[in-house]
C-alpha cells in the first residue's frame, strides 16, 4: 500500500477489483508495531464471499499491498485480480466465521477460556496447504505450572474469538482442558500418527 493512503483515509470505503464490488474497509489491527499490520479489515459483499471463498465469511483480510489507487467515485481500486484475492483468502485462519491473515495473528496474547494467559503467538503450523496451529510461547509461569515446552501448538479448531483493542484470541477450552485434546496430543507430536 502506498504510504500516502493512511488506513483513516480509507476507513468505511467501497473496495473494487476492476468494477467488481469486494466489500467495505472496516479497519485494521490496532498494534504498536507496524510492521506486523501488513493488512486491513474488510466487510466482505455476501454475493462475493460465496463464490469466491471456501466457506463464506463476513470479514476478511485486505492486504495493504494490494490497494493500487483511490478511484474518482472514492472507491479503492485494488492492484490484483479476484484470482488473487481468493488464493489470498485461502491463506487464512478462520476465527468464529472470520478470516484472519497470518500477520494479524502474530504477537497476540492467547487466552484461555477462565481468562488465563498462555503466552504470544510466534508463528503458524500449515498441514497441507491449510493453517492447523498457532505456536505459542507461553509465559514462564504457565510453562512452569503445566509442565509445557518453550513453545507448543495450539490447534485452530480450539480459538473461539479475538478482541480488536486488547490485541487477545480466545480459546475454546480451559488451558487443563487444552492439553488433553487428541488435536493437541498431535500437534504437539505426543498424539498418535494415524491420520
Given at each position: 500500500?502506498?504510504?500516502?493512503y493512511r488506513?483513516?483515509e480509507?476507513?468505511?470505503?467501497?473496495?473494487?477489483?476492476?468494477e467488481?464490488r469486494?466489500?467495505?474497509?472496516t479497519?485494521?489491527?490496532?498494534?504498536?508495531?507496524?510492521?506486523?499490520?501488513?493488512?486491513?479489515?474488510?466487510r466482505v459483499?455476501?454475493?462475493?464471499?460465496?463464490e469466491y471463498?471456501?466457506?463464506?465469511?463476513?470479514?476478511?483480510?485486505l492486504?495493504?499491498e494490494l490497494?493500487?489507487?483511490?478511484r474518482s467515485d472514492?472507491?479503492?481500486?485494488l492492484?490484483?485480480?479476484?484470482?488473487?484475492?481468493q488464493?489470498?483468502?485461502r491463506?487464512?485462519v478462520r476465527?468464529?466465521?472470520k478470516l484472519?491473515?497470518?500477520?494479524?495473528?502474530?504477537d497476540?496474547a492467547?487466552?484461555?477460556n477462565?481468562?488465563?494467559?498462555l503466552?504470544?503467538v510466534t508463528?503458524?503450523?500449515?498441514?497441507?496447504?491449510t493453517?492447523?496451529?498457532l505456536?505459542?510461547?507461553?509465559?514462564?509461569?504457565?510453562?512452569?505450572r503445566?509442565?509445557?515446552?518453550d513453545?507448543?501448538i495450539?490447534p485452530?479448531?480450539?480459538?473461539a474469538r479475538t478482541?480488536?483493542?486488547?490485541?487477545?484470541?480466545?480459546?475454546?477450552?480451559?488451558?487443563k482442558?487444552?492439553?488433553?485434546?487428541p488435536?493437541y496430543?498431535?500437534?504437539?507430536?505426543?498424539?498418535?500418527?494415524?491420520?
Amino acid at each position: 500500500m502506498s504510504e500516502e493512503y493512511r488506513i483513516q483515509e480509507l476507513l468505511e470505503r467501497e473496495v473494487y477489483v476492476g468494477e467488481t464490488r469486494v466489500g467495505v474497509i472496516t479497519g485494521e489491527r490496532f498494534h504498536p508495531r507496524d510492521e506486523l499490520v501488513r493488512s486491513m479489515r474488510i466487510r466482505v459483499e455476501d454475493g462475493i464471499a460465496e463464490e469466491y471463498m471456501r466457506k463464506p465469511a463476513e470479514f476478511a483480510p485486505l492486504s495493504k499491498e494490494l490497494v493500487h489507487s483511490i478511484r474518482s467515485d472514492g472507491g479503492v481500486k485494488l492492484s490484483k485480480s479476484m484470482r488473487e484475492l481468493q488464493r489470498r483468502w485461502r491463506n487464512t485462519v478462520r476465527i468464529n466465521e472470520k478470516l484472519y491473515a497470518p500477520d494479524e495473528l502474530l504477537d497476540r496474547a492467547v487466552l484461555d477460556n477462565d481468562g488465563l494467559d498462555l503466552g504470544n503467538v510466534t508463528d503458524l503450523v500449515k498441514i497441507k496447504r491449510t493453517y492447523k496451529g498457532l505456536v505459542i510461547k507461553p509465559h514462564y509461569i504457565v510453562r512452569t505450572r503445566q509442565g509445557l515446552p518453550d513453545t507448543i501448538i495450539v490447534p485452530v479448531g480450539q480459538l473461539a474469538r479475538t478482541t480488536a483493542r486488547l490485541d487477545e484470541i480466545i480459546l475454546r477450552c480451559s488451558m487443563k482442558r487444552l492439553v488433553t485434546l487428541p488435536s493437541y496430543l498431535k500437534l504437539n507430536g505426543q498424539g498418535s500418527e494415524e491420520e
